[in-house]
């Protein structure tokens, strides 16, 4: 198949059109390298306590001591990882993918019931977990593999009076940690001391090898594993660090602040923190970048570059404190997640001078496939193919059309992921090569590349994937529902929430009992901001409910 590539001829001249394979075979390898080159610069940065290459680097590897002798983990081992952005994040990622495992990376608000389906299809036997939220573990353990609980408080690296203040005033104070009882549960800070003094017999870790089970939303409302190799993740970072590390406003540069707002279990966060680390970038991690305020204070220090979702920027724009963010330093800003709405990529370079360069991809590719260059922006659109990455629009059958004609976005790239762990994967590519993304796109003769519609009926809210499937499958076990339609309705600030329109079963079934409801099933961004009811669904012939039908009469385009 003849595919064109006028996207070329746009590249500027420090980027390749395609990235050349490094010595490098594994992430473990590239935390080394790092750590032998970068030794005494800041690797991480959290609520003032800095963390070198060095100190990271030795942490890691007694903690995969610890899993690889005292706990006995193998090769291949998955391993969850379920805490917000705090040191001890990368600590036991980076960890345990020296012991050889693959890490399950775990939003830490999940419900438990999305930590059970989660870890029950990922075979997790392990895991470390904030002891904020150990009581739902508790709940669901029994009905998992998981055998190893690994615990950590909040302040736990933060270290001296600080430690103790933190985890005093997060336990005792506001009252964080609900009691919990986890027989044999592990201190992580325990586990870390045990392994200095062990050896770790490092395996060999091909670049092939699973580094990350990636969960996104699937067509049956059940979350599926994106198996993502060693090699998937190195060939992203080096599609995209000449572009995050290049900027109108400069390059940057060893020891530059990147600050991390976004959840480490999110690919992009991940990806990106992966890629500054390789540079020699401090990456400064935000705990809760919902406190705009808080936030905004740790923006006072001077910082060179961020990423964010386009809800975060809109949000700092619009706050009152937002003068006081030290602009001065910035050479670059990056947006993905979702889509960059031009009022605020304008707004934000008119305050800032910085222009925000836009990224588009999935879980699924590790995650980038396409790029706003910088100095190149073309807003409406999601940028251009990123090196050694193809990108074309498809027929249903699998044949590319020609410029101007809409289809199925369709990615071919060493970034792309192989498959769904466990699942039969024959009809997520074309001929076996092609991932079809669901999203349906055009390309201009120029080979910048638009977002006409959305994945099927996937809902978007703040930059997360929401499944209408999943969202109905877990209302309709509700005794009181009948039939129920979830469906995105448009949002000012997180681009799209849910609706949920219903029908009773039980006419003593009232808004405030199925909003509990959905409070203990589902994660924050998953909840019904909306709930409609209604005496019938729209249906066709043949008994399927019509979403679209709903979103006309909601006022949202299908």
Not at 143 to 172: E, P, R
Not at 387 to 398: C, E, K, L, R, W
Not at 431 to 459: L, P, Q
Request: net charge positive; charged share 20%; glycine share 8%.
């Amino acid at each position: 198949m003849t595919l064109t590539r006028p996207w070329l001829s746009q590249y500027p001249s420090y980027l390749p059109t395609e990235i050349s394979e490094t010595p490098i075979q594994s992430l473990v390898e590239l935390c080394n390298v790092n750590a032998r080159k970068f030794s005494q610069n800041t690797a991480f940065e959290n609520m003032g306590r800095k963390m070198s290459f060095q100190e990271l680097d030795q942490l890691s590897t007694a903690f995969a001591a610890f899993l690889q002798n005292e706990v006995k983990l193998k090769q291949g081992d998955r391993i969850a990882i379920q805490l917000p952005n705090i040191l001890q994040y990368p600590v036991a990622m980076i960890g345990a993918l020296k012991a050889g495992l693959i890490v399950v990376n775990t939003n830490p608000l999940y419900t438990p019931r999305e930590m059970q389906h989660q870890f029950t299809d990922s075979g997790a036997v392990a895991i470390v977990i904030l002891s904020n939220f150990a009581s739902n573990l508790q709940k669901i353990i029994g009905q998992t593999s998981i055998k190893t609980v690994l615990i950590t408080d909040l302040g736990d690296m933060l270290g001296g009076l600080k430690k103790v203040i933190t985890n005093f005033v997060v336990k005792k104070v506001k009252k964080l940690v609900p009691p919990f009882e986890l027989d044999g549960a592990i201190s992580f800070s325990a586990a870390i001391n045990i392994g200095k003094g062990k050896n770790l017999n490092a395996p060999k870790i091909k670049r092939e090898d699973t580094a990350f089970l990636q969960y996104t939303g699937g067509t049956t409302g059940l979350s599926k594993g994106a198996v993502l190799s060693h090699n998937n993740v190195l060939s992203n970072i080096w599609q995209v660090q000449p572009i995050l590390n290049n900027s109108v406003h400069g390059v940057l540069a060893i020891s530059d602040v990147a600050v991390i707002p976004l959840p480490l279990y999110h690919i992009y966060a991940l990806t990106a923190t992966f890629v500054y680390m390789s540079g020699g970038l401090n990456n400064l991690l935000v705990t809760n970048p919902r406190d705009l305020a808080g936030f905004i204070k740790i923006l006072k220090k001077p910082f060179h570059t961020m990423i964010g979702v386009n809800t975060l920027y809109n949000g700092l724009l619009n706050h009152p404190r937002f003068g006081e963010i030290n602009t001065k330093s910035i050479k670059a800003c990056s947006a993905g997640g979702m889509a960059l709405q031009e009022i605020v990529f304008k707004r934000w370079l008119e305050k800032t001078g910085i222009r925000i360069s836009e990224g588009y991809g999935l879980s699924e590719t590790s995650p980038v496939l396409t790029y706003q260059i910088p100095g190149k922006e073309k807003m409406g659109s999601i940028g251009m193919p990123i090196p050694s990455t193809d990108v074309a629009i498809m027929d249903d059958d699998g044949n590319p059309l020609p410029v101007g004609e809409i289809g199925e976005l369709c990615a071919k790239g060493p970034q792309v992921f192989s498959g769904y762990w466990q699942k039969d994967n024959s009809s997520v590519f074309h001929n076996g090569v092609w991932f079809k993304t669901g999203d349906i796109a055009v390309m201009d003769s120029e080979g910048y590349f638009k977002i006409v519609d959305r994945k099927k009926d996937m809902i978007l809210v703040s930059g997360f994937n929401v499944y209408p499937n999943e969202i109905e499958g877990v209302v309709a076990s509700h005794p009181k529902v009948l039939e129920v339609a979830a469906i995105g309705v448009s949002d000012a600030h997180s681009g799209e929430v849910v609706k949920i329109c219903v029908v009773k079963r039980d006419q003593s079934l009232t808004e405030e009992e199925l909003r509990e409801f959905c409070k203990e099933n589902f994660t924050s961004y998953k909840r019904p901001k909306f709930i409609e009811f209604l005496k019938e669904l729209p249906k066709t012939n043949v008994g399927k409910i019509l979403r679209r039908s709903l979103r006309e009469n909601t006022g949202v385009a299908a």
